[in-house]
């Protein structure tokens, strides 16, 4: 039992088959087979159940995978502690971001980075936060740069800004004769928001909770898609305070205004795992984030 014994049947489950477990370990289908036919021999109990057309994890084996998947990524754990000694930036930090805040936030702090750590190398995965949070959880990624999560004892997180909202809305509009804009101001409004898989959407409902449900369009699955629908006149949106852009309004006709609620904002935070070992280059990508933030946002890291 070693290992690379738990790597293969981590594969098996993870591409629920033998043949494709092996390319991924880069073995013969035969020796693969035959190094977990072999550990469970000295198990004693099968892992998988096999036949000619399935194949099922038996529930002995789910205990083992998962106890596999705990000892993985310990190993691996060890594996950067050796690096981290030396230069926690010599292995690459592979980043989470949801999408509402990834086009935005990326291109304000990325450059400076590789301007002060040229050897620094990021691995971005734009997705939405429930995906994002399955992905920390195995391993997968690094840390996350998400809004909002349900709490969990096996994460931690560096609350990193404040994003407020403001509202986009058509020249012409009847908001356009307000300076700030109330949640109320928007009851006779058609208000456009994301699909229900963007956490950016459940903050904007309870927002403007005095509205039905139904009077909600859920029209989009990215803000590009909805600001192009407020150009054309379809309705208003509220958008958070990094995806502003000058352009809306010399180019498409767009004017924004602040939302004036004293919860019309969305936290950003750097959420990690307490058992990752590259702590300092989490804190050294969270300083850095917080140097290049904007005005327009309020920081909430202590340095």
Known sequence: MNIRDFKYIIAVADYKSFYKAAMHCNVSQPTLSGQIKKLEDYLGNKIFERTTKSLSITPFGEEIISKARVIIQDVDALTEFSFKSKNPWSLPLKVGIIPTLGPYLIPK???YLKKTIPEAKVIFDENVTSILLDKLSSGELDVLLISDMEKN????????FEEPFWVAFKRGNQLEHLNSVQPKDLASQNVLLLNKTHCLRSQISNLISQQDESDLNTI??????????????EGCTLVPALALQSAWTTDMGILVRKLDDQSANRKIRLVFRKN?????QVHELAKMIGYQSPNTVKILMKN
Not at 153 to 160: H, K, R
């Open 109 to 111: 702090f990325y450059l």
């Open 153 to 160: 004892s096996a994460f931690t997180s560096i609350d990193l």
């Open 220 to 233: 989009a699955s990215s803000l590009e898609t909805l600001i192009n629908l407020v150009a054309a006149g």
């Open 276 to 280: 990752f070992t590259r702590t300092k």
